[in-house]
């Protein structure tokens, strides 16, 4: 049974309906004529040959199917790890495909590695740490440069642009001094037009069509030779083999950057997608089980002559909407990708890149969140602005950059409430049952001699000082001479040393002051710390009441 766990498409197997079988297989057939114009553009954006998107297709699918916990997730090459990649493989390949293709997939066994290791220690919890602001904010740094870097493709020329501003640079200088194959942009602009109308359809298969027609025209009015639109040419025959991905000892700190870069943005996207996925079909997901899952599939992939893969936004609903039951889906996609290299790889020859450039384009243009980041701007102005620094760091300082940009403006944000909490000061509010802040209820009355403080946060080490600086503040503001303050603290979830070794020393300022200070309301984990600290023996039973009420009444009985 342990196996089973580890591998849930066993499970699945084991209680797989025959009903469900033609649906699955409907499913594929369908997923597969998404799959290879998605492959091939993703991996051609990452700096790669478009045969490598094809083999990080079929492989991840595979994998993902027998260690993945999600019934109809779609993994593979996404756009929005395209940049990442580009960033790590354009600047070290020296424009050599082998090695661009070694990097990438050694940067897919980082990532995959790194997943896996993360899930067996449970710590599935750690992309819930990005704020949906944040998360915005760097995928639409990410989907800025993804779209500015297809612009060269889609217009026919080709430029040495360096990060985001020198891309915009020497397109705009190339679009102003004639290099433009109008031709190419014509056949792009169109393909991207057909995606964008066809977009909303779950059941019309909008890249499908737009790039078998593109393929179409460029083929039969032989525009590569008359016209000079690039194409994707033949692509070797048979299927990915087994190969480590060996790089250079200068390129192993930038490929392990990468690859965590990556391993972060796949999991927080694939979580997301699973868990909205799970709710829908009304099963369980574990986050943790979908780590190793996908780190599975990543590690797949980089030992397959693959690169990074995440779940997909796009082809996950086109999976649902046509009939998806399980993973057996993708294995079909998987196996339909299998037939075309082996039996048909010439098919896609007079695929024109300007066609693969609008695929991406448009996923990129699906990255982009405008309305949701509106709706944070009314209502919490200041985390729209971590939202925008965000994109500008990825856009500005190029992909891992940008993102290293992301997590520490996380971990700030995160700190922030606790290291600089709400306090306040309670009252008894006519006519409102219980005791409320001050400020809020200007009319609450105050108990003579009796300070109630509530302290909005864990005590720790960062804010310990502040939470002892306003404590001896409320206690000389009091309107009467302070007698007893008590911390109501329901809302103190941990204290830690540095914290305790405050208390301590805050029971004998108050003392010096005349003052008691006692505790209310305060969780039993809590109350099992201090007595680990040798505090609660020191301030004593007595010190610590159930509610607010019952330390008011002990206050009233002995004043």
Not at 114 to 134: D, M, N, Q, W
Not at 536 to 553: C, K, L, M, N, Y
Request: hydrophobic share 55%.
């Amino acid at each position: 049974m342990s196996w089973i766990g580890a591998l849930p498409g066993l499970n699945t197997l084991r209680r797989y309906e025959a009903a469900w079988i033609r649906h699955d297989i409907v499913a594929g057939l369908v997923l597969a004529t998404m799959l290879v114009p998605t492959g091939i553009a993703y991996a051609v954006a990452s700096g790669l040959p478009g045969i490598n998107g094809l083999y990080a297709t079929i492989v991840p699918l595979l994998v993902y199917a027998l260690f993945g916990p999600s019934r109809i997730l779609v993994l593979g090459p996404d756009s929005s790890l395209a940049a990442i990649i580009l960033a790590v493989v354009l600047p070290l390949s020296g424009g050599d495909p082998q090695r661009a293709v070694n990097l990438a997939a050694a940067m897919a066994v980082v990532s995959g590695l790194v997943c896996i290791l993360a899930g067996a220690a449970r710590l599935g919890f750690v992309t819930e740490l990005l704020s949906k602001p944040i998360r915005y904010g760097y995928m639409n740094g990410i989907a800025l440069a993804v779209l500015i870097s297809q612009f060269p493709k889609l217009f026919g020329f080709s430029i040495d642009g360096d990060g985001l501003l020198g891309n915009i640079w020497d397109t705009g200088e190339a679009i102003l001094s004639g290099r433009v194959n109008w031709t190419t942009f014509a056949v792009g602009a169109s393909t991207l037009a057909v995606i964008l109308l066809l977009r909303r359809s779950k059941r019309v298969p909008g890249i499908l069509i737009a790039v078998v027609g593109a393929t179409v025209i460029v083929g039969a009015l032989d525009l590569a030779s008359r016209a000079g639109v690039a194409v994707l040419g033949p692509l070797p025959r048979g299927l990915p083999a087994f190969a480590v991905p060996w790089i250079a000892t200068t390129d192993i700190v930038q490929v392990v950057l990468g690859g965590l870069a990556v391993a972060l943005v796949s999991f927080a996207d694939t979580s997301v997608l699973s868990r909205t996925y799970a709710a829908r079909t009304r099963t369980h997901v574990d986050a943790n089980q979908e780590m190793v899952g996908l780190g599975a599939a990543n590690l797949a992939a980089g030992l397959f002559q693959g690169f990074p893969v995440s779940s997909s936004s796009s082809r996950t609903p086109v999976a649902e909407a046509a009939g998806a039951q399980t993973q057996l889906t993708g294995i079909v996609g998987a196996l339909a990708l299998v037939l075309l290299l082996l039996a048909a790889p010439n098919l896609l020859e007079h695929l024109p890149s300007s066609a693969l450039a609008a695929v991406v384009i448009a996923a990129a243009i699906g990255l982009i969140e405008v309305a949701d980041l509106l709706r944070i701007y009314r209502i919490q102005a200041w985390e729209f602005w971590l939202s925008v620094i965000c994109s500008v760091g990825v856009a500005v300082l190029g992909a891992i950059p940008g993102i290293g940009l992301a997590v520490v403006i996380a971990v700030i944000e995160f700190l922030w409430d606790g290291w600089r909490p709400h306090s306040a000061i309670l009252g008894r509010a006519e006519g409102v049952e219980g005791f409320h802040d001050i400020t809020r209820y200007p009319d609450a009355e105050q108990i003579a001699g009796l300070v109630l403080f509530r302290w909005d946060a864990p005590l720790f080490f960062a804010n310990a000082e502040l939470f002892k600086a306003r404590v001896l503040e409320a206690a000389a503001a009091s309107p009467t001479p302070a007698r007893w303050l008590v911390v109501t603290a329901e809302p103190v979830t941990s204290v830690d040393v540095t914290a305790a070794d405050m208390l301590d020393e805050l029971d004998g300022d108050l003392k010096n002051m005349g003052v008691e200070l006692c505790f209310a309301e305060m969780k039993d984990p809590v109350k099992d710390k201090l007595r680990r600290f040798g505090l609660f023996p020191q301030f004593g039973e007595s010190r610590f009441f159930p509610t607010i009420d019952s330390a008011v009444r002990k206050y009233l009985n002995i004043s």
